[in-house]
């Protein structure tokens, strides 16, 4: 029976750290920490329970099934299970957040050099995603590739942007912001909430399993554990990151006082900490991030749509890539005013997902508590995502007297109450059925 070296495992745990550390996680905890101030534990503590630990257990839903989405959405039926996939693929990957990522590395790492026109977009995005087709056309090769190489690269740059954080403190930690002052912990969880890496798990889950299976392991239970064992690795190496870019926002209200987000907010500390190398320094972090990123959604895209398609993998992934490539030179702006509404509206849907997932054995049977939990949950999904999109007038008025409305949260007591009935009608009729329509 073939298992994996110990090296090998922490080159998967590696891989999977890359894959979820894109520049929005990057970007985030400055924010919390410049605004949360003294508070900053609290809030740290709320953010790594939604920007960590949900994705740890949707790797943990998803190794549980066997690794993909497919798998996780059967108890829905054969047809609303593939369109949710598709839908959640075609989000997370070639329409919108796989060429996000490359514009958010071209405005972050290159833009401060080159400008932002066109032309210098157009070329970034070209090596870019050039880049990204190398390495995502052998599946079989990111572990090697990515978690025994470009991983270290990232890894030591975070140590250095980390290491001053914690070492050289641009000042003492600020004062607490209105926001946080009554309930960080809850603001810090919302803040996580945001980072949407649930979403990203989700297809993540197909790659992780696939490298596994490429390194030869073919036992259904060593898969689950190796797949679970590098989320825990990601796990704790993203919570080490995020914490001390916390603390990084919390000791610099001094120099990035009036900062708006994240990314003034990074360049103000390095320029103050390293001057002119310190621009270099978040380049190169931003970029692999961002690129890493690129490559685990690209791979997942053309691993689940190569078995839905006759197409091979390697012609899917092509055709995303230049897709992409179209859609990042639609610019930032452009892509995050269509984006958000999306993936926030697709965000619920994918927590109650993996929470319904993992308490699978509660279930007699699976389809009479998924399909009316998340119908429910689709509904109110389509509420959040027409606010994010600025149509509030579409929403019903009484939405937003639900609990937790204005944070965005308002579907949680509808679907707490659909989950309580639909558990009870469960249990009433008893006797679990063997095949899932």
Request: net charge neutral; aromatic share 8%.
């Amino acid at each position: 029976m073939q298992r994996l070296t110990r090296s090998d495992l922490l080159a998967l745990g590696f891989m999977t750290f890359a894959l979820f550390l894109g520049a929005g996680n990057i970007i985030f905890p400055p924010s919390v920490g410049l605004a949360a101030g003294e508070q900053v534990w609290l809030a740290a503590a709320g953010f790594l329970l939604t920007g960590v630990g949900l994705p740890l257990l949707t790797v943990v839903a998803l190794a549980r099934v066997g690794g993909g989405l497919p798998r996780l959405t059967a108890p829905l039926g054969v047809k609303a299970g593939g369109l949710f996939a598709i839908v959640v693929y075609l989000a997370i990957g070639p329409l919108f957040a796989t060429p996000r990522t490359a514009v958010v590395a071209f405005e972050m790492g290159m833009a401060p050099f080159s400008g932002s026109s066109d032309l210098a977009l157009g070329l970034y995005t070209l090596v870019y995603f050039a880049a990204v087709l190398f390495l995502s056309l052998n599946p079989g090769q990111l572990v090697d590739r990515i978690g025994k190489w470009i991983t270290p690269v990232l890894l030591s740059a975070l140590l250095v942007l980390g290491g001053a954080a914690l070492l050289v403190p641009a000042g003492a930690i600020g004062t607490t912001t209105p926001a946080y002052q009554s309930a960080p912990l809850v603001q810090g969880f919302l803040q996580g909430y945001l980072t949407m890496d649930t979403l990203g798990a989700l297809v993540f889950g197909i790659v992780i399993a696939t490298a596994i299976r490429d390194r030869g392991v073919s036992n259904e239970a060593l898969i689950t554990r190796y797949a679970v064992s590098a989320g825990m690795i990601a796990a704790v190496g993203l919570s080490l990151v995020y914490l001390a870019l916390f603390y990084l926002g919390a000791t610099s209200q001094g120099i990035a006082g009036e900062a708006q987000n994240g990314v003034q907010i990074l360049s103000n500390y390095v320029q103050h900490t390293f001057g002119a190398a310190g621009s270099v320094l978040l380049a190169v972090v931003i970029t692999l991030a961002c690129l890493t990123t690129a490559v685990g959604l690209l791979t997942a895209c053309g691993e689940f749509f190569s078995k839905l398609l006759p197409l091979s993998y390697r012609t899917v992934v092509i055709a995303l890539g230049v897709f992409s490539l179209l859609v990042a030179n639609q610019g930032l702006t452009q892509l995050i005013s269509v984006s958000v509404p999306v993936l926030v509206g697709l965000y619920p849907l994918a927590i109650v997902l993996v929470a319904l997932s993992l308490a699978d054995r509660l279930w007699c049977q699976p389809s009479r508590v998924f399909v009316p939990v998340m119908a429910v949950t689709l509904v109110f999904g389509l509420f959040d995502g027409l606010n994010a999109a600025g149509l509030k007038s579409w929403v019903p008025a009484a939405c937003s007297h639900l609990p937790l409305a204005a944070e965005g949260l308002g579907w949680l007591l509808p679907v707490a109450l659909t989950l309580l009935l639909a558990a009870a009608f469960d249990r009433l009729r008893g006797t679990p059925q063997l095949q899932v329509e």
